[in-house]
């Protein structure tokens, strides 16, 4: 890897969620050049971005590397990994004031179907085992309601925006915090077509704190996994991935 890819990453590590501006400010290298750097690790799927208004946000995506590791040298090295994903959380509630999740996958799918894969209450049910249910307009309510009949909702929360097919944003609140401040994350799902797949970037912003970033980080990679089953195959996995023991 090159020096001006290796220190890409090493800035992204020190500060994830950093403008092209931000990254330049660092560089000894044209913005251009440095465009094209960035291109190629997000190109690799380690880095990941996010729009928000004008800006795009650049985000370190540790998963590539982490099955690498989980792969070839994780026994020996398990305590480093964690060491390093320390390091990322910290440089993101750095920027926050808040722990952030960020994931990214990849689904052979058009916008259309993830988008609604991810608000049809009827999809949500079979992959998800929640229906989300909403008209999805801006400023609309949404409920995250169980599939056993009892109508009850374990989230709720508001519809920020809604640009069918490409972006929704929602706040996630139990439902006994609702309305009060400071007690909302903030859900975006940015939906890329690239030729004949779908990339998918989910950031969970405005976390409370690690406990929480630490349940979403499971949960969202297992309701993904369903998903990506569903449109793929055409059902959900064999197995509901979040009831998989870890380790």
């Not at 960035?38 to 998963?63: D, F, I, M, Q």
Request: charged letters at 25%.
């Amino acid at each position: 890897m090159s020096w001006g890819l290796c220190c890409g990453l090493d800035r992204l590590n020190e500060r994830s969620g950093q403008t092209l501006g931000e990254l330049c400010e660092h560089f000894a290298m044209k913005r251009q050049s440095l465009t094209q750097h960035l291109a190629v690790l997000e190109a690799a799927n380690l880095v990941s971005t996010v729009r928000r208004g004008r800006e795009k946000l650049h985000y370190l995506n540790p998963v590539p590397l982490h099955e690498i590791q989980e792969r070839w040298i994780d026994k020996f090295e398990r305590p480093r990994l964690s060491a390093l994903g320390a390091v990322k959380r910290r440089a993101e509630e750095a920027m926050t004031g808040t722990p952030t999740y960020v994931y990214v996958l990849y689904i052979r799918s058009t916008p259309e179907k993830v988008w609604d894969a991810l608000t049809d209450a009827d999809l949500t049910a079979a992959y998800w085992g929640h229906a989300n249910v909403s008209d999805w307009r801006p400023g609309s309510h949404w409920e995250h309601v169980r599939t056993d009949g009892s109508g009850i909702a374990d989230a709720v929360g508001t519809v920020v925006e809604s640009e069918r097919p490409t972006r929704l944003v929602t706040t996630w609140a139990d439902p006994a915090e609702e309305g009060r401040e400071g007690r909302a994350s903030r859900v975006t799902f940015d939906i890329r077509p690239h030729a004949d797949i779908v990339r998918l970037t989910v950031t969970h912003e405005d976390l409370h704190d690690e406990g929480e970033l630490s349940a979403v980080s499971q949960g969202w990679p297992a309701v993904l996994s369903n998903l990506k089953s569903l449109l793929e195959t055409g059902s959900p996995l064999p197995q509901e991935p979040w009831e998989v023991p870890a380790g």
